[in-house]
């Protein structure tokens, strides 16, 4: 740990400083949040009152629907029944069943009068736009609201009496107002109030649970009586309830607080209010505020707990990285430190420029299991408590070899690792003492030469001879799986060079080896082994074995499809495809000269049999590409 790092930590005061402003900034975000979910709260509120009130409203347009179809049936019964006078008529209307929710069903005739068992409705309704679709074959349900029996407000239904000669009149079904509460009761339930009413804010009907009575027919009238919130006149309700939109708004009357929801129905432009009480609407909502202001105290006190014990650490890590300094051996400038592992606690104790190779968090420490250094190694690297642990038996007595360390910014930088094995007198290892020590730029230009060696200096493909070399060794190690060697041959290369030039020909080179790169994997090598001849040396893993045949062919379609490619310069037009032949390891050959030399004579067949495809050496797999 560095000078100015100790320095900081030794600051104690700034430790409270900090605990203090991001407890302002907990709560303030805290603050934010509950303001937040407030607001969500109340347009969820909104929002569902607005759906419920909907989902009401469909329920009565289905029960009202469903009386239009109950009339069509009663005025079939009337067919064949002569209506010509009124004594006629009434005596037919006395023999049907007054099915449905209706109160009164009476004959109407062509010219519009009401003719009733009873007498109880005296009108004409010739100008009615349901009476005069029924005349015209249609059921309706009226826009108007009658008074009949008695000042009574009715729903009325048209629906016509058919016979051979056409419409012969109408019959009309009334719903008086104390049975549409009875359906706007059977349509929700809970402690709400229900208003159906027309597109004036006539009232039709009123639930018959309603605790806050309604007495007058007009709801205009109330809504001059309610205290709305935000402001909102009843005026602006009753306009935009005439406009046909729907809406939620909260009120006060008669030393309540409710919730007022609206929506129009797809019938006559009635609407339907809802009434519920606000508390209640808010219920269930509110025990989540309580839940959600209960987890802020929570947190705070947690975060104040974390805060004290953080303090107690970094006390704690001072003195550790005191205590620690005086042993500091090696120049932190070299990024250099020294280790010593126990093989049987995996335990590593650390010295030196700890922090700069690994750290703060591991610099504090002292000593760390072996398990969190390997972690911070390269995944190629990690197995180098193995190899340790190999050469440990084979009777090395030190050892020299390079990793890569991931640093803080997350890049891996190179170490040399060396050290000795001490041994115990049964000559068994008791301890790893060694050093580690930074040489990325001299390792670095190391494998940067060797990779130049190595690859193909256009395609940054492996070169023929490292190609030749890497399959050889390969197969000298012989793990387990299955092997098959590629060799691909541009068609028509020459054309690109000879027509577009040589830069373009580079241009398809280059182009060929990203295509070979992305169809086969990491695993697989691949190399440019001649001008515009490549070779790929195909690895299946062993739980892959079965399905070889199949992978090594489809691998071998990709490559036709995807280099097959047309190369212009305006003017002139150069496809080039790819003619491929394919050995098998073992099969075909045991070394790379002679899985080359049965792969060529594959690539030949592909080249005489028109080219763009691919064959397989040998009779054991398909011969056809």
């Known amino acids: 740990m560095g000078k100015n790092g100790v320095s900081f930590l030794k600051n104690i005061k700034a430790y409270y400083l900090i605990i203090a402003i991001s407890s302002a900034m907990i709560f303030l975000i805290m603050s934010l949040f509950y303001i937040y979910a407030v607001?969500?709260?109340?347009?969820?509120?909104?929002?569902?009152?607005?759906?419920?009130?909907?989902?009401?409203?469909?329920?009565?347009?289905?029960?009202?629907?469903?009386?239009?179809?109950?009339?069509?049936?009663?005025?079939?019964?009337?067919?064949?029944?002569?209506?010509?006078?009124?004594?006629?008529?009434?005596?037919?209307?006395?023999?049907?069943?007054?099915?449905?929710?209706?109160?009164?069903?009476?004959?109407?005739?062509?010219?519009?009068?009401?003719?009733?068992?009873?007498?109880?409705?005296?009108?004409?309704?010739?100008?009615?736009?349901?009476?005069?679709?029924?005349?015209?074959?249609?059921?309706a349900i009226s826009p108007r609201i009658y008074n009949v029996a008695g000042e009574v407000r009715s729903i009325l239904i048209c629906t016509p009496i058919r016979s051979v000669k056409g419409v012969t009149g109408v019959l009309a079904g009334y719903i008086h107002s104390d049975t549409v509460g009875d359906i706007l009761n059977y349509s929700f339930s809970g402690e709400e109030d229900l208003i159906l009413m027309d597109d004036q804010t006539t009232i039709i009907g009123i639930s018959s649970n309603t605790t806050r009575k309604i007495k007058k027919s007009e709801y205009k009238y109330y809504l001059t009586k309610f205290e709305f919130e935000d402001n909102i006149k009843g005026d602006e309700i009753y306009e935009n309830i005439k406009e046909g939109n729907n809406g939620v708004c909260s009120y006060t009357y008669?030393?309540?607080?409710?919730?007022?929801?609206?929506?129009?129905?797809?019938?006559?432009?009635?609407?339907?209010?809802?009434?519920?009480?606000?508390?209640?609407?808010?219920?269930?909502?509110?025990?989540?505020?309580?839940?959600?202001s209960m987890m802020f105290v929570f947190i705070i006190i947690v975060f104040l707990i974390l805060s004290y014990i953080l303090i107690m650490v970094v006390k704690r890590m001072i003195a550790t990285d005191e205590l620690n300094s005086k042993y500091t051996m090696i120049?932190?400038?070299?990024?250099?430190?020294?280790?010593?592992?126990?093989?049987?606690?995996?335990?590593?104790?650390?010295?030196?420029?700890?922090?700069?190779?690994?750290?703060?968090?591991?610099?504090?420490?002292?000593?760390?299991?072996?398990?969190?250094?390997?972690?911070?190694?390269?995944?190629?690297?990690?197995?180098?408590?193995?190899?340790?642990?190999?050469?440990?038996?084979?009777?090395?007595?030190?050892?020299?070899?390079?990793?890569?360390?991931?640093?803080?910014?997350?890049?891996?930088?190179?170490?040399?690792?060396?050290?000795?094995?001490?041994?115990?007198?049964?000559?068994?290892?008791?301890?790893?003492?060694?050093?580690?020590?930074?040489?990325?730029?001299?390792?670095?230009?190391?494998?940067?030469?060797?990779?130049?060696?190595?690859?193909?200096?256009?395609?940054?493909?492996?070169?023929?001879?490292?190609?030749?070399?890497?399959?050889n060794r390969v197969i000298t190690d012989k793990p387990s799986g299955s092997f098959y060697f590629y060799i691909i041959d541009l068609d028509n290369f020459k054309g690109v060079n000879d027509n577009l030039g040589h830069a373009t020909g580079d241009t398809v080179l280059v182009e060929v080896a990203g295509k070979l790169s992305r169809i086969f994997s990491e695993f697989d090598l691949i190399g440019r082994i001649g001008g515009d001849e490549f070779a790929v040396f195909l690895i299946v893993p062993e739980n892959m074995s079965n399905n070889a045949s199949h992978l090594v062919e489809v691998k071998a379609k990709a490559i036709c499809n995807t280099i097959r490619h047309t190369y212009t310069n305006g003017e002139v037009n150069v496809t080039v495809s790819a003619s491929v032949g394919v050995a098998r390891y073992d099969l075909d050959g045991k070394n790379y000269e002679e899985l080359y030399k049965h792969a060529d004579q594959a690539l030949y067949l592909s080249k005489r049999n028109g080219k763009n495809q691919y064959h397989f050496y040998g009779e054991n797999l398909s011969t056809q590409g």
Request: net charge negative; glycine share 8%.
């Open 331 to 471: 120049d932190t400038e070299k990024k250099s430190a020294t280790f010593t592992y126990n093989p049987i606690s995996r335990a590593i104790e650390l010295n030196g420029a700890v922090s700069q190779i690994f750290g703060d968090s591991i610099a504090s420490l002292g000593t760390v299991n072996s398990v969190t250094l390997i972690d911070m190694l390269h995944p190629d690297d990690q197995d180098i408590m193995k190899v340790l642990t190999k050469r440990s038996k084979s009777g090395d007595s030190k050892f020299t070899t390079e990793i890569r360390v991931k640093d803080q910014s997350g890049e891996y930088c190179w170490y040399k690792l060396s050290g000795i094995f001490v041994r115990n007198s049964r000559g068994e290892t008791s301890k790893v003492v060694g050093n580690i020590q930074n040489s990325d730029e001299e390792i670095a230009q190391e494998h940067i030469l060797k990779n130049k060696a190595e690859s193909d200096l256009l395609t940054g493909l492996l070169n023929k001879i490292t190609m030749e070399d890497s399959i």
């Open 39 to 139: 607001n969500d709260v109340d347009k969820n509120v909104r929002n569902n009152s607005i759906e419920v009130t909907s989902a009401y409203g469909e329920g009565i347009e289905k029960i009202l629907k469903g009386q239009c179809e109950i009339l069509e049936i009663i005025s079939n019964d009337l067919v064949g029944y002569n209506m010509s006078e009124d004594s006629l008529a009434k005596s037919a209307l006395s023999k049907i069943k007054n099915l449905g929710v209706f109160n009164s069903i009476s004959y109407v005739t062509l010219e519009g009068d009401v003719i009733s068992v009873d007498n109880a409705i005296e009108q004409n309704v010739s100008d009615d736009p349901a009476f005069i679709a029924a005349k015209e074959g249609r059921t």
């Open 254 to 292: 008669t030393g309540e607080n409710l919730i007022l929801s609206y929506v129009p129905l797809n019938m006559n432009g009635w609407v339907l209010m809802r009434t519920i009480d606000k508390d209640k609407a808010y219920e269930g909502y509110n025990a989540i505020l309580r839940g959600i």
